[in-house]
């Protein structure tokens, strides 16, 4: 059995397809992208990194980050068109072995919590909409920060007791979690969603692809 009692998630990006999610509900808002793929995720992912350098609700990080992707790519977005993208999040799609990985892991004995840079009622929505058994979570709104900032898991920590010898941190974000799950000298697993090159910046304790290969490790 693993060393590990608490596994802590990100969610988008990590159990939701937040490149798919982001470049669908950008599509609808703006027509034919003219950038997508990799290309577009790092415009997009940049832009959102400036506007979460001090709180405000997610939902408007969501909206002026769509307002700032559109016009970096040369299109208009009117303000009714950025709500309606900051609306969609609950309907990104998960990654096909999400759902059934975390009811593995249950079984398997370990307390699943989520640390998310959303509001309270959109990760609810999610994890409502794909039956994501999780025994807790952690957002934005509760914290009043953004991960790469450590509140999540202060807050992670002040609700469970948990020691940080017993927590791995489970994560596709190299710069929101598992360089910031370091500092804090906790396990990692960089989950390799979009099969990108390690950065030089990360030392993750475990790499899997997904997570049901996150399961083999641990089992």
């Given at each position: 059995?693993?060393?590990?009692?608490?596994?802590?998630?990100?969610?988008?990006?990590?159990?939701?397809?937040?490149r798919a999610?982001?470049?669908?509900?950008?599509?609808?808002?703006?027509?034919?992208?003219?950038?997508?793929?990799?290309?577009?995720?790092?415009?997009?992912?940049?832009?959102?990194?400036q506007e979460?350098?001090?709180?405000?609700?997610?939902?408007?990080?969501?909206?002026?980050?769509?307002?700032?992707?559109?016009?970096?790519?040369?299109?208009?977005?009117?303000?009714?068109?950025?709500?309606?993208?900051?609306?969609?999040?609950?309907?990104?799609?998960?990654?096909?072995?999400?759902?059934?990985?975390?009811?593995?892991?249950?079984?398997?004995?370990?307390?699943?919590?989520?640390?998310?840079?959303?509001?309270?009622?959109?990760?609810?929505?999610?994890?409502?909409?794909?039956?994501?058994?999780?025994?807790?979570?952690?957002?934005?709104?509760?914290?009043?920060?953004?991960?790469?900032?450590?509140?999540?898991?202060?807050?992670?920590?002040?609700?469970?007791?948990?020691?940080?010898?017993?927590?791995?941190?489970?994560?596709?974000?190299?710069?929101?979690?598992?360089?910031?799950?370091?500092?804090?000298?906790?396990?990692?697993?960089?989950?390799?969603?979009?099969?990108?090159?390690?950065?030089?910046?990360?030392?993750?304790?475990?790499?899997?692809?997904?997570?049901?290969?996150?399961?083999?490790?641990?089992?």
């Open positions: 059995m693993s060393e590990f009692r608490y596994l802590t998630f990100d969610c988008y990006g990590t159990l939701v397809d937040w999610g982001i470049e669908a509900a950008l599509a609808k808002a703006l027509g034919p992208l003219p950038k997508q793929g990799a290309e577009l995720a790092g415009i997009y992912g940049r832009l959102e990194r979460e350098t001090t709180y405000k609700k997610y939902r408007v990080v969501l909206e002026r980050t769509a307002l700032a992707v559109s016009r970096a790519l040369g299109e208009s977005m009117g303000e009714a068109e950025a709500s309606e993208f900051a609306s969609s999040v609950p309907l990104w799609p998960p990654f096909p072995d999400s759902a059934t990985s975390l009811k593995r892991l249950g079984r398997m004995g370990f307390k699943r919590y989520i640390l998310s840079n959303v509001d309270r009622d959109m990760l609810e929505e999610t994890i409502s909409r794909n039956a994501f058994e999780v025994d807790g979570f952690v957002t934005a709104e509760e914290t009043r920060s953004y991960k790469p900032a450590l509140g999540h898991w202060v807050s992670f920590t002040a609700k469970t007791g948990a020691e940080r010898s017993q927590v791995l941190h489970v994560a596709q974000s190299v710069y929101h979690d598992i360089v910031p799950a370091q500092e804090l000298g906790v396990a990692s697993a960089w989950v390799n969603r979009y099969r990108e090159p390690m950065p030089l910046s990360a030392q993750p304790t475990f790499v899997v692809d997904g997570l049901e290969g996150l399961i083999g490790v641990l089992g």
